[in-house]
């Protein structure tokens, strides 16, 4: 009789670890959701790629990253990519059908595979183009907030939407 109460400890801390890895995930994929958001919704306009806003856009960025990937990121004109799909494109952009699953979780770490569809709309706000898109997301838990560190984007299909 005495193994029960021992059992059903186990038990209860097995699912509270599993309920506490879970939360992370959805913590981890709600940020990953934000971030993705902001960063293919672009309005297109004459004055993208200006100096006011290519600033503005470096600071709506850093909320959603690491201080790693932040250097990364402005320093490489990452946060631009969907700047200049918009200006060559002469559409607007944004995201659809946004999906993610886990890929790999650690201490502090998720790391999330995605998919979505990159919408490109024309000036009646109709779609025009609809460009798949995937890649993987690597969130670190930083004071208790999710933040971008690394983007394995779909390089190939959004340098086509630029260059071709």
Do not use: H
């Not at 306009?45 to 856009?57: G, K, M, V």
């Not at 470096?58 to 990519?81: D, L, Q, V």
């Amino acid at each position: 009789m005495r193994k029960s109460p021992l059992i059903l400890s186990m038990i209860l801390l097995s699912l509270t670890l599993i309920m506490g890895c879970s939360s992370e995930v959805d913590d981890a994929t709600k940020a990953a959701e934000k971030y993705k958001n902001v960063e293919y919704t672009i309005k297109v306009s004459d004055d993208l790629f200006s100096e006011e806003s290519i600033l503005a856009r470096n600071e709506e960025m850093k909320p959603y990253f690491t201080e790693y990937y932040t250097e990364k990121a402005i320093g490489s004109r990452i946060t631009t990519i969907p700047f200049q799909i918009a200006n060559k494109q002469k559409l607007s952009l944004k995201p659809d059908n946004l999906k993610f699953t886990l890929s790999e979780q650690k201490k502090n770490i998720v790391e999330l595979k995605y998919t979505c569809d990159l919408v490109l709309l024309d000036k009646d706000d109709k779609e025009s183009k609809r460009v798949p898109l995937e890649g993987i997301l690597t969130m670190f838990d930083v004071d208790g907030q999710w933040l971008v560190q690394g983007d394995r984007f779909d390089s190939e299909a959004l340098m086509k939407l630029i260059y071709d």
